[in-house]
């Protein structure tokens, strides 16, 4: 296809916006609030990857989620803990 890595320069991140910006979400929004040892990382962020790509708001899609909700009725809400209780996601039963 003749695709090739092109390699940015040592601290340059603006050379990168994208990858930092992921990776300064992931340190504020997950990282920096959990002590992490060994494999715990790898499940650490395959559960914010799904939350991130599934439930979380993005402004880009007009404060909607990837996985659309649709609108709830009435009735008692309830919350379900994401991440061990880092996030939490709310909706009605």
Partial sequence: MGIRDRPISPRSPWQNPY???LIGTLRRECLDHVLIFGEHLRRILALY???YNQTRTHLG???DAP???GVQG???I???PILFGLH???GRI
């Fill in 19 to 21: 990858a930092e910006r």
């Fill in 74 to 76: 009435s009735g008692t």
């Fill in 49 to 51: 990857s799904s939350y």
């Fill in 78 to 80: 309830i919350t379900t």
């Fill in 61 to 63: 899609l007009r404060k």
């Fill in 67 to 69: 996985l659309r909700r």
């Fill in 88 to 90: 939490h996601h709310y």
